[in-house]
């Protein structure tokens, strides 16, 4: 896996195939255990990610450590990347072509990753790896299976900080994700 790994990552980091290479100013690959039980996906870097070269640095990702602290879950259980790993201008959303073009990285992760669990965080995440009319108010906390893995979508913790009322929901979805490990 290593080695399959640290090539994954080079080409990632040197990936030209959509044009926000342009305007990035780092690639970002991912963060966490690569025996990670757990597989978070976002959606795109933001500016502080950007800058770092690292995901969920910025308020959002403050906000998701304490959200999985708060429900138990273990961060040596858990391996973070995104949909997109170049930050779209303006933190706008993924364009459907950015997306086509960049999904070969997540897939190779997920492969090599081989997770227990995936957790998409927000509706672009689980538009594209649950199903494309995924809703996430009615959705969230359900679980799915993308072939052998199980997999679920919980509110995006940029969403939480700006509607504070959706911490319950996420909390409680955790919780079960929580749960939901013990089985796996
Ligand atoms: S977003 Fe993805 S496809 Fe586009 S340049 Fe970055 S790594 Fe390559």
């Not at 930050?87 to 997770?115: G, S």
Request: hydrophobic share 40%; net charge neutral; aromatic share 6%.
């Amino acid at each position: 896996m290593n080695n399959e790994w640290e090539s994954l990552k080079n080409a990632c980091a040197a990936c030209t195939r959509c044009a926000l290479h342009e305007t990035r100013t780092n690639v970002v690959f991912g963060k966490g255990s690569e025996t990670a039980k757990i597989l978070i996906v976002g959606e795109a870097p933001g500016e502080q990610e950007d800058l770092s070269g690292m995901p969920f640095v910025g308020r959002a990702g403050k906000l998701l450590d304490t959200l999985l602290d708060e429900a138990g879950i273990d961060k040596a259980d858990i391996y973070i990347a995104n949909i997109l790993k170049c930050r779209p201008p303006e933190n706008r959303d993924p364009a459907p072509a950015e997306i086509a073009l960049c999904t070969d990285y997540l897939e190779e992760q997920i492969r090599l990753l081989n997770p227990r669990a995936i957790v998409c965080l927000g509706r672009i995440a689980a538009a594209r790896l649950i199903k494309k009319d995924f809703r996430i108010s009615k959705e969230h906390g359900a679980w799915f299976m993308r072939g052998e893995t199980p997999i679920t979508a919980i509110y995006h913790p940029a969403y939480v900080l700006r509607d504070p009322r959706k911490k319950g929901d996420v909390l409680a979805d955790l919780a079960l994700i929580h749960e939901k490990l013990k089985e796996l």
